[in-house]
Nanobody, 125 residues
Framework: QVHPVESGGGLVQAGGSLRLSCAAS????????MGWFRQAPGKEREFVAS????????RYADSVKGRFTISRDNAKNTGYLQMNSLKPEDTAVYYC??????????????????WGQGTQVTVSS
């Protein structure tokens, strides 16, 4: 098992940037695909981005494509989400997720079995 722990959330003005980190303890992080999801109040949890085990294949939601970048450093057991050109509609709790089987192409939250506790990102207008 892995135990993801997110950090790096906060309050930022529209147009600003934040970098979220996901530190994973437990089994070798490089054996897991990794994804980022977010959930705004009153809304369902939605896919943001995912990355394969080697870190050379990624997938993004259309709403963040060109603004967010997912990456990972398996030597540090850590994943990242660089968020640029933030908008008020990006405000949500952001979750890091991991899964041992499956593909980075999967975008359903039910496809991931290991979750962090979430970190709040608030973008002011």
């Amino acid at each position: 098992q892995v135990h993801p722990v997110e950090s790096g959330g906060g309050l930022v003005q529209a147009g600003g940037s934040l970098r979220l980190s996901c530190a994973a303890s437990g089994r070798t992080f490089g054996s897991y695909i990794m994804g980022w999801f977010r959930q705004a109040p009153g809304k369902e949890r939605e896919f943001v981005a995912s990355i394969n085990r080697h870190g050379d294949m990624t997938r993004y939601a259309d709403s963040v494509k060109g603004r967010f970048t997912i990456s990972r450093d398996n030597a540090k057991n850590t994943g990242y989400l660089q968020m640029n050109s933030l908008k008020p509609e990006d405000t949500a709790v952001y979750y890091c997720a991991a899964d041992y089987s499956g593909s980075y192409l999967q975008i359903g939250h039910y496809d991931y079995h290991y979750w962090g506790q979430g970190t709040q990102v608030t973008v002011s207008s």
